[in-house]
Every structure is written in structure tokens, then in C-alpha cells.
């Protein structure tokens, strides 16, 4: 059975910093690319970053780019997300998901999802 669980997610001051945790199980976590999206309070599902399934590619959603580093531990089946200079309205539940298909945004599996409120 593929589980993904999200952890590090908490309340953060604007201009903090938090990592999020997706530990990946059920399934071989080097064969496949994996990404964060987010969906924020009243809103949409947003991109916000993915990796390729070595590591040696990553994408960033605009108004992340300086601000967030997807990385990944194939060795430990875990995914990160370092989260710096955080803002209010980066507010959102964070969902790791595993990407399917040749592109970066379908997914076939998501996580339960791990909170993050910037908030002073």
C-alpha cells in the first residue's frame, strides 16, 4: 500500500523558517519524480515545487523560487521541503504528492497533508 506522510508543519512568525517532512512508503521512492502543492484557506490547489527522482532536477512555482529548497533522501524514502523567509500568505495545508505520468503536475497519490500557518 503507498502511504505518504507529511510531518513539520506548526505555527511559524512571518519571516521564519520551517521544513516539511513527506516520508514515502509502499512503493519504490527512486522510481518516481515527487511534489509539494499547497492549498491555502478558501483556494485552489497550488504547485509549489517538484524533484526529479534522483534529485538532480527541481522545479519551483514562481513566488517560491529564493525562498524554498525541494530535496529528497532516496536512501531514507523521504522528501523535504525547507521553507525560508515565510510569509502570511504562505498559510496553506501542504500535501506531498507522487507524480505520475512525464510531466510534474498529475499526481496519483497524495498525503494527508501537514499545516503551516505564518502568523505573528
Known amino acids: 500500500e503507498v502511504q505518504l506522510v507529511e510531518s513539520g508543519g506548526g505555527l511559524v512568525q512571518p519571516g521564519g523558517s520551517l521544513r516539511l517532512s513527506c516520508a514515502a512508503s509502499?512503493?519504490?521512492?527512486?522510481?518516481?519524480?515527487m511534489s509539494w502543492v499547497r492549498q491555502a484557506p478558501g483556494k485552489g490547489l497550488e504547485w509549489v515545487s517538484a524533484?526529479?527522482?534522483?534529485?538532480?532536477?527541481?522545479y519551483y512555482a514562481e513566488s517560491m523560487k529564493g525562498r524554498f529548497t525541494i530535496s529528497r533522501d532516496n536512501a531514507k524514502n523521504t522528501l523535504y521541503l525547507q521553507m525560508n523567509s515565510l510569509k502570511s500568505e504562505d498559510t496553506a495545508v501542504y500535501y506531498c504528492?507522487?507524480?505520475?505520468?512525464?510531466?510534474?503536475?498529475?499526481?496519483?497519490?497524495w498525503g494527508q497533508g501537514t499545516q503551516v500557518t505564518v502568523s505573528s
Open positions: 524533484i526529479s527522482w534522483n534529485g538532480g532536477s527541481t
Open positions: 504528492a507522487r507524480v505520475y505520468g512525464l510531466g510534474y503536475h498529475e499526481y496519483d497519490y
Open positions: 509502499g512503493f519504490t521512492f527512486d522510481d518516481y519524480a
